[in-house]
C-alpha cells in the first residue's frame, strides 16, 4: 500500500488499544514522508519535540481534553500507556480493511476517493473490492460504498 501526504488531518481520534495497534502502523510511512519533508535547522525546540510524534507511536494522556478545560499535550509511548506492543511500520492488510469499515460506519456511504483524502492512504480500492461492500451510485453517478449491514433508510428518505 502507498502513502500520500498530506497527512491525515492531526486531529485527536478517540480509539482503543487494538484499534490503536492496527491502525498507528498504516500511518507511520506517511508521517514520516510528511516530516522529512520539512527542514528545521532554525526551528524552535518544542516543534522539534513535537516533530517527535509523527516518528514514533505515541497517545495523548489525560489531563488533555477534559471536557469544556484545556491543557498542555502530555505524551507518552503507545507501548507503555496501552501495556501492548506497537507492530512494526508494515501493518497487515486487513488493518487498511478495518480502518475502511471504520471509515464508512461514521461517514458511509462514500466513494473510495473520500476515503483515501480522509486518510491519507492510496490505492484503497484493492481494499475495498474485498470487503463486500453494499454498491450505490450517487446522483452523480459516482459509486458509493457502504457497509453490507447497516439498514437503508425508508422509502421516503430516498426520494
Aim: charged share 20%; glycine share 8%; proline share 11%.
Amino acid at each position: 500500500m502507498l502513502v500520500r501526504g498530506p497527512i491525515m488531518r492531526a486531529t485527536v481520534h478517540a480509539v482503543d488499544a487494538a484499534d490503536f495497534t492496527a491502525f498507528r502502523p498504516l500511518f507511520g510511512p506517511l508521517m514520516a514522508a510528511g516530516l522529512r519533508a520539512n527542514c528545521w535547522p532554525d526551528a524552535d525546540p518544542l516543534s522539534l519535540a513535537y516533530a517527535v510524534t509523527y516518528l514514533l507511536p505515541v497517545v495523548q494522556v489525560p489531563p488533555r481534553g477534559i471536557w469544556g478545560k484545556s491543557a498542555q499535550a502530555t505524551w507518552a509511548s503507545a507501548e507503555s500507556w496501552l501495556g501492548v506492543p506497537v507492530p512494526p511500520v508494515q501493518p497487515p492488510r486487513s488493518a487498511a480493511g478495518r480502518l475502511v469499515l471504520r471509515y464508512l460506519a461514521a461517514f458511509g456511504p462514500a466513494t473510495v476517493a473520500d476515503a483515501q483524502t480522509w486518510s491519507g492512504l492510496t490505492r484503497l480500492r484493492e481494499i475495498t473490492d474485498r470487503l463486500g461492500l453494499r454498491v450505490f451510485r450517487g446522483p452523480d453517478g459516482a459509486e458509493l460504498l457502504d457497509l453490507p449491514d447497516i439498514p437503508l433508510p425508508g422509502e421516503e428518505a430516498r426520494s
